[in-house]
């Protein structure tokens, strides 16, 4: 298989739409390695090694926030370091049913980045960065 900036760069916008639309696994996972880990150092996804964890609990989020979305501020492909950054911003209020308390009808604009590394044209790791605690204030999920 061929790989070129142009597929790495098309893989990895369709991965980020995926997940931050609350797919899940099941439509992200043909964009990664079936043993592509994560990581974050943010409180709620620190314990997550698999991006399979990630994408499911994005998608959790978004049955939190089902207005959620997503406005991308910059898009870079490194094809010297074969990896991807996006910086973007989500937006959502919490309408939905479940997670750490009734809906509290807040919502939160929080600026975030996904490091995407490949390895053979897939996904194989990804960091996130995000100001957690921010975004939790902003929902009325802590004080």
Same mark, same amino acid.
């Given at each position: 298989?061929?790989?070129?900036?142009?597929?790495? +760069?098309?893989?990895?916008?369709?991965?980020?739409? +995926?997940?931050?639309?609350?797919?899940?696994?099941?439509?992200?996972?043909?964009?990664?390695?079936?043993?592509?880990?994560?990581?974050?150092?943010?409180?709620?996804?620190?314990?997550?090694?698999?991006?399979?964890?990630?994408?499911?609990?994005?998608?959790?989020?978004?049955?939190?926030?089902? $207005?959620?979305?997503?406005?991308?501020?910059? /898009?870079?492909?490194?094809?010297?370091?074969?990896?991807?950054?996006?910086? +973007?911003? /989500?937006?959502?209020?919490?309408?939905?049913?479940?997670?750490?308390?009734?809906?509290?009808?807040?919502?939160?604009?929080?600026?975030? =980045?996904?490091?995407?590394? /490949? $390895? $053979?044209?897939?996904?194989?790791?990804?960091?996130? =960065?995000?100001?957690?605690?921010?975004?939790?204030?902003?929902?009325?999920?802590?004080?």
């Amino acid at each position: 298989m061929s790989v070129t900036t142009e597929s790495v +760069a098309e893989t990895a916008w369709a991965f980020f739409d +995926a997940c931050e639309t609350g797919r899940g696994w099941e439509e992200c996972s043909s964009y990664c390695r079936p043993d592509a880990t994560f990581a974050a150092q943010a409180e709620p996804l620190a314990e997550m090694r698999t991006l399979q964890e990630y994408a499911d609990w994005m998608k959790g989020m978004l049955g939190l926030m089902p $207005d959620g979305s997503y406005t991308v501020k910059s /898009f870079a492909v490194d094809p010297e370091r074969n990896n991807v950054c996006v910086y +973007a911003v /989500f937006t959502g209020t919490h309408t939905g049913e479940g997670g750490p308390m009734p809906p509290t009808g807040k919502g939160t604009s929080s600026d975030y =980045v996904y490091a995407m590394e /490949f $390895d $053979d044209g897939r996904i194989s790791h990804m960091t996130k =960065v995000w100001n957690a605690g921010w975004a939790l204030r902003q929902l009325g999920w802590t004080g």
